[in-house]
């Protein structure tokens, strides 16, 4: 049997993965958390194959308690779960040590094929996701401009591509607001943009932005 701890803010979708593994005959859910905390005390104090782990989460995000995980826990295997496009975040999930990356309009079929095959040692890797990584391998500085971007800094400027004040931003991600302005100045530099208006349009012309 294939132990499976679920990490997930959204008890419904959370109720609902638990549901799809107990409902299979060699994947079954052993603890479940809503956000960092939970789900990290779960990963210390019961024993699992795998970890579901969605990319959104409140405060500390997904990709902050994946690296978490895996300083700990560098055996147990990761597949990271998000409503955003491959796109956005698959990459950064990887480079921080994902065994893999499914969007949720995934079938619940590839969601247990991809907990069975990382849980014996593989990576599971779209067929879309393996030439995003074949292509940063071969040119690692001709991505888009948010590539450079540190996890905190991307946030930031999808945040603000959404309309978001700092303090907003600083509230939901549980940062100062001197913080998100620091990240805000960094992004700024980075992508060579000036101000909101032009990180704005940058979201909106790379779809970087979704409803809330």
Do not use: W
């Not at 419904?12 to 905390?37: F, P, T």
């Not at 990271?80 to 975040?89: A, C, F, K, T, V």
Request: glycine fraction near 6%; hydrophobic fraction near 40%; charge should be neutral.
């Amino acid at each position: 049997m294939i132990r499976v701890i679920v990490g997930d803010d959204h008890v419904i979708l959370r109720k609902g993965l638990v549901s799809i593994l107990r409902e299979s005959k060699d994947v079954s859910c052993v603890a479940e958390g809503g956000n960092a905390a939970e789900i990290m005390r779960a990963v210390r104090d019961t024993p699992a194959d795998a970890l579901v782990l969605d990319v959104s989460l409140p405060g500390k995000s997904g990709i902050d308690v994946l690296k978490q995980v895996k300083k700990e826990m560098p055996r147990l295997p990761v597949l990271m779960l998000s409503s955003h496009p491959e796109d956005q975040y698959a990459l950064r999930s990887i480079r921080a040590g994902a065994a893999g990356y499914l969007t949720k309009n995934s079938a619940p079929q590839e969601l247990l094929a991809a907990l069975r095959q990382i849980a014996s040692g593989r990576r599971y890797i779209t067929p879309e996701l393996a030439e995003s990584l074949a292509q940063f391998v071969e040119n690692p500085t001709e991505g888009p401009a948010h590539e450079v971007l540190s996890d905190r800094e991307f946030q930031t400027l999808k945040l603000i591509g959404a309309g978001h004040s700092l303090t907003e931003i600083a509230e939901r991600l549980c940062l100062s607001v001197k913080t998100v302005s620091v990240y805000r100045g960094r992004l700024l530099e980075k992508m060579k943009l000036k101000n909101n208006a032009e990180l704005t349009r940058y979201a909106l012309e790379n779809h970087l932005v979704e409803d809330d």
